[in-house]
């Protein structure tokens, strides 16, 4: 059996998605409660791995069992009962022939969330407290630079020798109290999303130009965005197949 789960998670308590030694992770805490149900080491695939408390509104994971006769609705029960507090099994299904959660991705969309109200201790792990001045015309003018096929090197920590990808849109949607900047692409480098908005928060406050922005994709060189917001505003919010 091929089963492809969707999960939600709190990342607050967790040092990311992948699995490291003498920390808590998701794909450790999943593949332990894996182990329980089938008595046998599983591992699962990620779509892709979040950094250190991000958190997940729709992540997805996929995983091979063979000789397996436990139906989705079945797993989805029992998972769920087993899960701890700050993770929850959405669904679970079937597929079929050799598919695989992160190679099979047609795009992801994660959203970075902005408090630009009040600071509010009890949200400091779930958005970014940001007291100034939004000029959205000039934000939008900075993502328009980033949409479309280009060398994130740039914007990302990463070590992979390819570092092109396609963003597809970039959306800002505010209220009184909160910006939302929500990205969708092909594929998300190491940090990649974090220092994107970084930057467009650097160009809000005069402390980057459109040009700079437009020299850090010309020029690819690993970090050179440099502003790297904290983790805990952003969510994986759908990995579309």
């Known amino acids: 059996m091929n089963y492809l789960v969707t999960i939600s ?43 250190a408390y991000v958190h997940a509104i729709a992540q997805t994971f996929s995983f091979i069992v063979k000789k397996s006769k436990i139906q989705p609705y079945a ?11 700050d993770i929850y099994f959405i669904n679970v299904k079937v597929n079929e022939g050799m598919f695989h959660a992160r190679f099979n991705a047609k ?54 020798n390819d570092t092109v990808r396609t963003i597809n849109y970039i959306k800002f949607k505010k209220n009184k109290k909160h910006l939302f900047i929500t990205i969708n692409g092909d594929g ?7 220092m994107i908005v970084g930057s467009l928060l650097d160009l809000n406050e005069h402390k980057k130009t459109i040009k700079d922005i437009q020299l850090l994709l010309n020029h690819p060189k690993k970090g050179s965005a440099i502003t790297k917001i904290k983790a805990s505003g952003l969510y994986l919010l759908k990995v579309n197949y």
Request: positive net charge.
């Open 188 to 194: 998300f480098l190491r940090n990649m999303v974090r």
């Open 75 to 85: 797993l989805l029960k029992t998972l769920r009962n087993l899960s701890p507090d």
């Open 9 to 51: 998670y709190d990342g607050s308590n967790f040092h990311g998605w992948a699995k490291q030694n003498s920390v808590r992770t998701i794909q450790s805490e999943v593949e332990k409660i894996l182990q329980k149900i089938f008595n046998q080491s599983i591992t699962i695939h990620g779509s892709g791995r979040t950094d």
């Open 107 to 160: 795009n992801k969309t994660y959203q970075y969330v902005i408090n630009n109200d009040k600071y509010d201790l009890f949200k400091n792990h779930y958005e970014l407290f940001y007291p100034h001045k939004l000029n959205l015309p000039l934000l939008k003018k900075g993502a328009k630079l980033l949409i479309g096929t280009h060398d994130f090197k740039s914007f990302s920590t990463s070590d992979l």
